[in-house]
C-alpha cells in the first residue's frame, strides 16, 4: 500500500533570512507534500513558486501607537487567520514550520485553533517580537543562536543554527565562481543582504581607491535601491546589484564588508568568511547588534555601528587587515568553529519528530 506524504505548510515570508533556511529545511523534507505560505510581493513570489505551491495572505506588522491603520492591520490579521484556517483544513496539512515573522501570528493561531504542531525558527541572537509572544503557543522554538534561549523563558527551545542553502555545502564550491579575479589577490566582498544597504556602500566608494592602490579586488552587491551604484569605476571593482553564487564568492573572499543579518552571519560562518559587521541601524529592537556580538565575541569578526563609522575609520581598518593575513585567518577559523553545516538536517530531524509524534 503507498503511504500518503506527510502534509506539511510552510510559512516564511519577506527577506532571505526568512525565506532562505525555509527552501534548505524544506530540500531535506523531499518526501513530504509541502505547501507554502507568503505574501504578495516579497522575496519568496520569486523563488518559491518553482518549487511549491505558494498561497499569499495579506499581513502587516503593528506600527506604534494606536490608531485607524491599526484597526485596518487588526481587520486584515482577524481576515488572515481565518484564511490561513481554511487552508490548513482544506489541506489536510498535519503541521506547520515558520521563520517568524509577520507571517507567524495568523499562521500559528490558525493551526493551534485546529490543534496542529507548529514548529518555529528563530534565526536571531534576540528573538523578535512575534517569537517572543507566540512561542509560548509553539509545539517547540528552535533557534538559530544559543543564547537566543536565554529570552525566550516560557518556551521549549532547541539550538539547530540556521540552515544555509545547498550551495554552500557542495565540496569544490569556488571552483564555480564566475567571475573575472586573478587567482593571487586578496579579495574584499561588500554586501547588505537581500536587500542591498546604501549606507554602506557610500563609505565603501569613498574608501576603495586606498583598497585598490593596496592590491585588493571588490567586488560590490550594490542591492538595487542605491541612485550611485555605477558612479565607482576602476579595473579592480566589480559593482553588481546582486550574485546568485554567493557561496563560490563567501569562500573566495578574504573578507566581507557587510550587515549582520541572521542569515547573511550563518552563510559566511560556513564558508570561514572573515567580517567587518555593520548592523543596519533601524532594525526591530537593534537585533543586528546582538547578532554581530556573537561573532565578535569569538574573535570571527570586527563590529561599527554606522552612525559612528567614518570612511577613514573603515579605510584604515580594512588596510590593517589586509596587511595582516594572519588576523583574517584567525577570524576566518574562528568562523567556521561556530558553524552548524548540518543545521538543516538537524531541523528537518526535528520537524519529522514533533509532526509524526
Known sequence: MVQTPIRLLIAASGTGGHVFP?????????????EWLGVPNRLETQLVPKHYRLNTIAVEGFQ?????SSLRTLG??????????????QGQFQGVFTTGGYIAGPVVIAARSLGLP????EANAL?????R?????CSIVAVGFEVASGYLPRVKTIYTSTPVRSQFLEQDIEASLDLPIPEDVPVIVVFGGSQGAVGINKLVRQCANAWFDAGAWVVHLTGDQDPEADTLKHQQYICLPFYNNMAALLRRANLAITRSGAGSLTEMAVCGTPAILIPYPFAAEDHQTYNAKVFTSVGAASLFQQSELTAEVLQSKVLYLLQHPE?????????KAIATPE???KLAQLVREVVER
Open 127 to 131: 528573538p523578535g517580537k512575534v517569537t
Open 118 to 121: 507548529v514548529i518555529l525558527h
Open 76 to 89: 486584515k490579521l482577524i481576515g488572515s487567520i481565518l484564511k490561513v484556517r481554511k487552508l490548513l483544513q
Open 343 to 345: 543545521s538543516a538536517e
Open 133 to 137: 509572544f507566540f512561542g509560548p503557543w
Open 22 to 34: 525555509a527552501i534548505a529545511l524544506a530540500e531535506h523534507l523531499s518526501d513530504y507534500h509541502i
Open 327 to 335: 588576523e583574517l585567518q584567525k577570524m576566518g577559523e574562528a568562523a
Open 64 to 68: 506604534q501607537g494606536f490608531g485607524i
